[in-house]
């Protein structure tokens, strides 16, 4: 069957739209007078027709889901050469504005001629006793060829002055071919272009409607709306923030996991590294690389919730007062995990009150280099609104439980790209050579300044100052200076290490004299990162594992609660039993029994396995060698070995919860030490908290500062070297 009655509307903000000038484009009005002085002979240029007709897929273009046989209709219009040679025309003189619009303006005409034939296909489709249950799109759901199948099923002598070449391209150029699979059900017509279900996103014509997402969540039903080009990630953070997204949604971590029960959602290549096939059709996607193509109803795992902060610290307890503070103040560390403070009485360093939560800029990813990236691709101001949010809070939560009292000093240590974030300051040069930070020494303000007025309203007093530690470097920040503050390394004669271990391993190493710092990109597997059923320090999580050579296998999890995956610690015990009784040897190869699945550890409450992978031994490889290396180049640079170091402060939450002996098993830390090291919390908040109570402590960390030089491990010749060696599992 031919269309010739084809005459379709022609808005002008249409065609200015499909070149991306809207009404609030300073070029709109020049744009459109130049379109009203074409728009009448463009037009006139303009041969519409089409013509269709019914057949099936035929099986040089058959697919898996459209295999050959599937009834379809077929359909292609067309308007014609001339409007064509008028674009060539306009280009060819160099007059570019009036060559494009007069494309746009044939590209919108073959749009809106959709109104016009698709009454008559419907009629058609009725005649017949069919309808159309879905628009089938070339070349995402089937090939280029099938531009040759409609012709041939059209015919040509339908299809007058039509050609198509060897590559299935059809000339005249501004034609279209439709392919509309063909449905049982006569009342049914889904002929319109769904957006959401077309790979280019970049088309400035993309309209996405709304869908209905239905979402499980802990016995509950919550019914949200995914709107635009969002994932169902984007969906679930804009109704719960801290929806954790480990690694900044590249699809990586496979923590954002979500079991899709109704609806469609076509697993993305990041779903095909992460998933089995059995998985996939159980309806498992990652929700940060999910796109929904209609509504949908799934569960969503919050397993990230309540995380153990640690708020102790064994060098703490040891801080005298100042007979001359008075009033009452707060120390918080600002991690990039987790958040902790406490509310000080200055007078006797009584601590009042002590408040954790999570850092819900989490949901931009979990290490510093996602935090880096997102704020600087836009989320700038949004990661500062979390962050001084986070902090209101733990601020209210801290003021509410002791009436009458008003803080009237803040101290603030945290890493260089959080204090960048808190401040607004721009992280262009952190995430690129030669790595400068905007500032980096100490930072005093109001409450407003710093804070902003979430503060003020949380129940801090106005003239209340709030001060952030210094730092050395761009990834030797103020949580480090404040670890040193508290082990005293001002006053220190031998010479000593420091260790934070976590995303980053930090560390330290000298005496009052000299102090070497560096910062190693250990990943994020001692934070139960990139691990197959890894998870954060949450109730559930596996801290503890005993293996026996039978392969019996004990567990313990924090809170006791039942398993829910395994968290740093109990990676690096697994690792250590594992290797003891010779189920992974040195290389970090494991037994070829368990290669392929992985070594089982424990059983959910449903009845998961959880399981040690030999991608997960990798990744604990990776993480360890990072962090012996870096101690390895920092006794180098100083020109000690490891019997030389007199103490080693062990500081942060993996290393308060780990088995030093254990660790020593797989190589993290040098055996010889391991009677050496002091285990001292979270030096981070006691190294606030001495900033607020001791009067000598600017003076103390200035002195640590201006002694401390930081060491680029990348530029050290003899770094690869040092990292492979530590690859081993020896002790």
Known sequence: MKFTSLQAELSNEKILKKLNCTMESPLHDEFLEELLEIKDKARGLLR??????FGTIPKQIATEEYPEGTRVAYVITTVGDGISKYIEEYFNEGDYVKGMLADALADIYLFEMEKCWGHALMEECRKAGCGIS??????????????????????EQELTDMRLSEGFMFYPVKSICHVFLLSKEAEQFEIDHNCRTCHNRSCN???????????????SLFVLENIGDETILDTLQREWPDYSAVCGKRGTCGKCRVRILHGQVLPSPEDRDCFTEEELNAGWRLSCKAYPLTGCELEASFGEEGFAVLTTGEKTERLGASADAKGYGIAVDMGTTTLAAQLIELSSGRVLETAVSVNHQRSFGADVISRIQASNTGKKEELRRLIREDLAQLIERLLAQQEGIRAKAVCIAGNTTMGHLLMGYSCETLGRLPFAPVNIEEIAGSVREILGKEAEQAGLLEEAEVRLLPGISAFVGADITAGLLTCGFDKREEVSLFLDLGTNGEMALGNKERIYATSTAAGPAFEGGNIHCGCGSIPGAICHVRIEADGNISTE?????????LCGTG????????LRNGFLDETGRL????????????????????????????????????VRAGITILTHKYGICWEDIRHVFL????????DLKKAARIGLLPGVLLDRVEVVGNTALSGAKLYLMDPEAVRRLGAIRRVSRETALAREPEFQDCYVDAMYFEE
């Open 48 to 53: 519409p027709y089409g013509a269709m007709a």
């Open 134 to 155: 879905r628009r089938l799109e070339i070349p995402q759901d089937l090939p280029m060829e099938t531009q040759r199948a409609a012709f041939e099923a059209i015919g």
């Open 205 to 219: 014509m993309r309209q996405i409607q709304p869908v209905t997402l239905k979402v499980h969540r802990k016995g």
């Open 557 to 565: 999890t924090i809170d006791g609660k039942p398993p829910v995956g």
């Open 571 to 578: 990676l690096v015990e697994a690792a250590a039993e594992l």
């Open 591 to 626: 037994d070829k029994a368990y290669a392929k699945e992985g070594f089982p550890l424990a059983r959910t409450e449903e009845g998961e396995l959880l399981l040690l992978t030999q991608k997960d031994i990798r990744e604990l490889q990776l993480a360890k060698a990072a």
């Open 651 to 658: 500081a942060g939450g993996f290393g308060y919860g780990m």
